[in-house]
């Protein structure tokens, strides 16, 4: 196999591309290779299969989608954090899409199953531990709820936009962020 850093980060980008725009049928290796503007058989050069593609697709979207130092400097507030995760997806939108999609297919492909229960549970896990340690409020299980209302959010932000227009999403981000991590915890 190549290893090409560069390469490889490249081909992992296109078939994000690919695989947000055409879905996991359309995700081919040759698919692939056009969508990189690169010779016929490059991509499988990197990957042995397909599998193996859709599983350095899972990393490679948390390498795109790690925030930046700046969104997490200064003094942290919840829902400014929030909603800078909201613009984030926005503007990284196949890349949340490929995401969809990598879930989707791990319904039918038990070892892509696996390995998106395993990422994600690593994700979650991190996220709360940062969450906490960085003092904001709310416990661990309003954290784990904020995750999921967000998520949810974002599904909709993504796949049914003007469904979400009578709710602007800021109002609702600060709506869970009061609900979900009250500064004080309820009796």
């Known amino acids: 196999m190549r290893q090409n850093p560069q ?11 690919v695989l947000a725009r055409e879905g996991s049928r359309g995700l081919t290796l040759r698919a692939v290779d056009a969508e990189a503007g690169v010779p016929t058989g490059t991509a499988s050069n990197y ?6 593609l ?13 925030p930046d ?9 919840t829902e400014v954090l929030l909603t800078r995760l909201l613009e984030r997806m926005r503007r990284e939108r196949s890349v949340h899409i490929a995401m969809l999609e990598l879930r989707l297919e791990g319904t039918r492909r038990p070892e892509l199953q696996a390995e998106l229960a395993s990422f994600q549970g690593l994700e979650l896990e991190a996220n709360i531990r940062w ?9 661990r299980q309003g954290v784990v709820l904020m995750y999921l209302a967000m998520l949810g959010l974002i599904v909709d932000d993504l796949t049914a936009p003007a469904m979400l227009e009578a709710h602007p999403a800021h109002g609702l981000i600060r709506t869970m962020v009061e ?9």
């Open 131 to 139: 969450h906490l340690d960085a003092g904001l409020p709310g416990d």
């Open 179 to 187: 609900r979900l991590l009250p500064e004080k915890p309820a009796d």
């Open 54 to 66: 859709l599983v350095q697709i899972l990393h490679r979207t948390r390498e795109r989608l790690v």
């Open 7 to 17: 390469r490889r980060a490249a081909l992992l980008d296109a078939a994000i591309e």
């Open 47 to 52: 990957f042995a299969n397909r599998s193996q």
């Open 69 to 77: 130092p700046a969104d997490l400097a200064g003094s942290l507030d």
